[in-house]
């Protein structure tokens, strides 16, 4: 499903360049859950944003079931995101005037899609994740567990083949943490959505079938 041919990233501060990625290569199959694994600054959130279609390469290639994410255009790879990719971060970016249902539906809306149909598909969403009973509160009434419940079904409402989770359990106790990292691998396991999931913590990329630990912006361990 997503094949990454000699990828690289970089950056440019001033006279300094940052090899943020270097040369990657790697193939993740359909139906997988893989993590990527390494401290901070290895990559991670770099090779997340690639695959997302958020950045673009420097050299290399990402395809995705053949077609080079690269060809696209900016418009066609928003479109891309829209439909394909549902993205979950450490701070849930969630907006805070808005209810869980409509931080939910908030990718549908984007798609033009009609209220009812968003509402509903939204309310659904948020029953796969336990939140039924909390779809008029807004962040600041949800706990940091809760608005990581929301981040998630916002991220499956357009049903998307592909979630990447960068650090999802970041700002969150150790039992939330779990409990999170649960249910995404009964996510993974129903709905059969390839999960990749961005961390620096071994107990969590020990969930994963698969697991890539990146340094300095290099593949070390595919196992």
């Known amino acids: 499903m997503i094949k990454l041919e000699k990828v690289s990233r970089t950056y440019h501060m001033g006279s300094h360049r940052i090899n943020a990625l270097d040369g990657v290569d790697f193939t993740i ?3 997988e859950f893989v993590s990527i694994l390494g401290v901070s600054g290895s990559g991670k959130s770099t090779l997340l944003h690639l695959i997302g279609g958020l950045e673009r390469p420097s050299t290399g290639r990402i395809l995705l079931d ?13 479109k891309y995101r829209n439909q394909k990719i549902g993205f979950v971060f450490q701070q849930f970016n969630l907006m805070p005037t808005l209810t869980a249902l409509e931080n939910v539906a908030m990718p549908l809306t984007l798609a033009n899609t009609s209220y009812s149909e968003r509402t509903n598909k939204a309310l659904v969403a948020l029953k796969s ?18 608005q990581q419940r929301v981040a998630i079904a916002r991220a499956i409402v357009n049903e998307p083949s592909i979630i990447l989770a960068d650090e999802p359990t970041g700002n969150l106790d150790s039992a939330t943490g779990k409990s999170i990292v649960a249910l995404l691998v009964n996510l993974h396991i129903e709905r059969k959505i390839n999960i990749i999931v961005a961390t620096h913590a071994i107990e969590i990329a020990d969930h994963a079938s698969r697991r890539i630990r990146l340094a300095d912006g290099k593949v070390i361990e595919d196992l």
């Open 29 to 31: 199959n359909s139906n």
């Open 66 to 78: 053949g077609k080079d994410l690269g060809s696209l255009t900016n418009n066609e790879l928003a």
């Open 129 to 146: 994740v336990g939140l039924e009973e909390r779809v008029i509160h807004k962040p600041s009434e949800l706990s940091g567990g809760e």
